[in-house]
């Protein structure tokens, strides 16, 4: 592990300032859950770490009745989990959050790094020279890839590893981005990129640009929604698939909108505007969900391992959509 420098900042403009004036040297560091051991394991050789921990007023949950809630970027996903509102008005963040990691990565890890972590690819973590560290080749194109990505994948095929990202798309939340030069808004669709724009970084976020916090809109009165992820493991585990679902529902008959995200199957987590307006006017039975499920991701290329997420996307979603019915 290289030697680096451990910076304290107490607010987010001295941050911001120490990443552009660090430049490429420097790592925001939040929990630690994924930086230190990318860190340790020389992944990233950052000499500047800019810890973000003793900046006050970004680890909080506000509730407002006609803006809905803000959660700061350093609230853990602990405190999402147990955060009473949430759970009641927002129930796939509470079901998302409590999917993550184990009990003691979930009290360390915050939300902002969970949505800014690295992915988990094999021949990433190991020691492969692979496209994303710069180099000329994608080993699990060829190679062992059961838990790369079915769509949106090239160069790279790696899937997305946040279940917050997910879980925050099908609700259409908003993120604050703070810059030296002020603060953006942008839809969190907006955060992330696909390898063919980008095959070296996951997010927009230019140097200098910190999460500050996540905005969601307060839910309407007949809105439901769930996160469901399937995993090899029983115990902790990243989405081998994972299906995070929002209806606005009435009598339990018909859907009037919806929005579905998917994770484990994107590098990015990944919606499909086809299968969302479907969703609106939807007959709650088990013909019309399976009839509406027919094209989901049908523009997917699978690899040579990973055929088996497309059953169990449609299987899932159809899950979601009868349980919330
Ligand atoms: C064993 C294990 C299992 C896991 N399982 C899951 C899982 O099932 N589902 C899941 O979603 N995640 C999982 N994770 C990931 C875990 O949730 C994340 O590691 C954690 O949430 C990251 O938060 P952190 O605060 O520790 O981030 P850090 O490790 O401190 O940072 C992660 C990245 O985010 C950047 N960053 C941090 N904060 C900000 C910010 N405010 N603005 C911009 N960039 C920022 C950092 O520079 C770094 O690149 C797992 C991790 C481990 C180690
Ligand atoms: S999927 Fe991406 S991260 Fe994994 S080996 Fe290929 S290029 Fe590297």
């Not at 803000?70 to 509102?85: H, N, Q, V, Y």
């Not at 839910?219 to 493991?233: A, D, H, L, V, W």
Request: hydrophobic content about 35%.
């Amino acid at each position: 592990m290289k030697n680096f420098q451990y910076i304290n900042p107490t607010s987010i403009k001295e941050a911001s300032n120490l990443m552009i004036s660090f430049g490429e040297s420097a790592l925001l560091y939040a929990g630690g859950t994924d930086a230190l051991s990318l860190l340790k394991n020389d992944i990233y050789t950052h000499s500047k770490i800019i810890n973000l921990k003793k900046i006050g007023g970004l680890n909080s949950i506000t509730h407002n009745k006609t803006s809905g809630i803000r959660i700061g970027s350093l609230t853990t996903i602990s405190e999402i989990a147990k955060d009473e509102t949430i759970k009641s008005e927002y129930k796939i963040l509470h079901e998302a959050a409590n999917e993550i990691a184990s009990p003691q990565l979930r009290n360390i890890g915050t939300l902002g790094g969970n949505l800014c972590q690295s992915p988990r690819c094999w021949y990433y973590r190991e020691d492969f020279d692979c496209i994303r560290k710069g180099g000329g080749e994608c080993y699990a194109y060829e190679g062992r890839n059961k838990f790369h990505c079915v769509v949106g994948g090239g160069p790279c095929y790696i899937v997305h590893p946040s279940d917050m990202a997910v879980a925050l798309l099908a609700l259409d939340a908003k993120v604050i981005i703070f810059s030296e030069v002020g603060e953006r808004t942008i839809p969190i669709n907006e955060l992330y990129v696909l390898p063919s724009e980008n095959s070296s970084q996951e997010t927009i976020l230019k140097p200098g640009e910190i999460i500050k916090e996540i905005l969601v809109a307060p839910p309407g009165q007949n809105t439901r929604s769930s996160y469901i992820k399937f995993k090899e493991r029983g115990a902790w585990d990243f989405a081998s698939v994972s299906v995070g679902l929002v209806l606005e529902i009435v009598a339990a008959k018909s859907i009037i909108e919806g929005k579905a995200a998917f994770g484990g199957v994107a590098p990015r987590p990944w919606t499909d505007d086809k299968f969302n307006k479907k969703l609106s006017g939807l007959a709650l039975n088990e013909t019309s969900v399976s009839e509406a499920l027919n094209s989901l991701l049908n523009d997917s290329e699978t690899l040579s391992e990973n055929a088996y997420k497309l059953p169990l996307v449609k299987n899932l979603t159809k899950r979601s959509i009868l349980n919330l019915a």
